[in-house]
Structures are given as C-alpha cells and as structure tokens.
C-alpha cells in the first residue's frame, strides 16, 4: 500500500501495470488528469490486485531526486539532508523525496556517455511507488520512513553544478550533442517535428502544436512548441520539455536506453 509519509492531498498517484509493464503507465493524461490522491478507492484497489503504482512529481512541491549510478548516489548522496528514502527494486539505488520550494522543470544529468546517472523527477514525470515489485521480482523498499524533508532550490544549485544550465527552458537554450555516442547520432539526425508526428501530432501552427500528452482546454489548442534547429520541444500548459529522446520516454514510458534502442530504427 501507500506508504503513510506519502499521505498528503496534494499528491498524486498512478496506475502501473506489472512484469514487463511495471514501470509503465496504464491510463494516458496521466499527468494532468488521469491520477489519483493516497486515498481514492481506484487508485487503492488497483493495488490491491497486485499492481503497482506510481507517484508524480510537481504535486504539492514534490520533487524525486532518482539515482540511477551507484558512483554518482556515494559522491552525492552525503550531500543531500536525510528525507523519505526508497530502494528500488532494480539496481537497488534511491529515490530521495523533497518539497522543493520553487517550481522547476523534469531533468536528468548524463555522464560523457550520454548514460543517464541523475533524474530529477517533477512536474510531467514519475518514479514508482513503495512496495510496488519491479520485473525483476524485487520490490521497492522503504528505507528511511522519515517525514519529507523541505529543501532549496537554491541549495540543490550549489550541490549540482549543471543545474543551472539544465533547468532553463529548453526551448531557450541549445544543448551540446556529442555525434560519437548513439543518443548524439539520434538527436542530429532525428528532427524534433518528425518524432511529433511519428507519435501522433499531426497539425502544427508555425512552430506550435497541441501537446499530445494532456487534453486540451478550448482555446488553448497550441500550447507546445519545437524547435528543430535545437532538436527541443516544450509544452508551456505543464511546462515540461526535453529532446528528442526525452520525448520518445515520455511517449512509450521507456527508460533512457530503451527509447535510444528503439528509436534507432528511425533513423
């Protein structure tokens, strides 16, 4: 079940499937309306049966700072005050849960590699709940079951050097791509309009779209916008964005390497 530190009203949960779907969503507008608060009887049966569930970021300040290196979490976490902690069921790293104290955006930081090694998980995104069971057959473990901590943006912005740069609008800013990785050939030859439309959008307005992730409110039907020479798209409604591949992951609920795997074949 939802563990008791969760149960706040501002929070949200969602629905998750199991084995090979346990990561992934099983309603779509899952970030603006299809999801649930700690209490209601779907999300709550849901998981009963066996399922498992998620929790999203941005809900009531919620940010999850999800580890995704061993190396990074023992130079970092030190750093970090102590919080509401969950060991994941894959690589049996972290998730650290915060109020952060000023809106912000969905971002990760990558080694040279274009590996993945940091997710800030927010507004637009989410990590899997506690004691849901990952497909491997581990769970995911409360740690520490402490209350959650309030934390600073501006004291993340001294611990995490890159903040600064990755947290701007991404529309606003071009990213560096190293061409000799699979995430750099990707990003280069893949326009940012041509995934738009692989994923479903098939009207645009100059550089503008209808975000394909959330219902539309009348209007507001052009709410997002691309930019091909950045290789960047951003929905200004849930002010959320990214590349090309950030894209793909939030379109197939994909991890990082699955959603370069995959978006090979579009090349």
Request: charged letters at 30%; one cysteine or more; glycine letters at 8%.
């Amino acid at each position: 079940m939802i563990p008791k530190q969760l149960h706040k009203q501002d929070f949200r949960f969602i629905k998750l499937g199991t084995g090979d779907w346990c990561k992934r969503p099983t309603e779509k507008g899952w970030s603006v309306e299809n999801n649930y608060k700690f209490n209601d009887k779907e999300i709550l049966d849901h998981i009963a049966k066996g399922n498992n569930y998620g929790v999203v970021g941005g809900y009531g300040n919620l940010l999850i700072i999800d580890f995704d290196s061993e190396l990074f979490q023992k130079k970092l976490r030190s750093l970090l005050p102590p919080t509401f902690t969950v060991k994941t069921g894959g690589k049996g790293l972290t998730h650290l849960y915060y109020l952060i104290d000023e809106p912000f955006c969905k971002f990760g930081i990558r080694d040279k590699e274009e590996n993945v090694v940091i997710d800030f998980q927010c507004k637009g995104s989410y990590v899997v709940g506690p004691n849901s069971i990952h497909d491997s057959g581990k769970p995911y473990i409360v740690l520490n079951d402490i209350p959650i901590k309030k934390i600073k943006k501006s004291f993340l912005q001294k611990i995490f050097t890159v903040w600064n740069e990755r947290e701007q609008k991404v529309h606003e800013k071009p990213m560096q791509i190293d061409t000799n990785t699979n995430a750099g050939r990707i990003k280069t030859k893949l326009r940012i309009s041509s995934v738009l439309q692989e994923i479903g959008v098939r009207k645009f307005y100059g550089n503008k779209f209808a975000c394909p992730f959330h219902s539309i409110s009348k209007g507001n039907s052009y709410n997002a916008q691309f930019d091909d020479g950045k290789g960047v798209y951003f929905c200004h409604h849930e002010q959320v964005g990214g590349d090309v591949i950030d894209l793909w992951q939030r379109h197939k609920g994909y991890d990082f390497k699955e959603a370069i795997d995959d978006l090979k074949r579009l090349i």
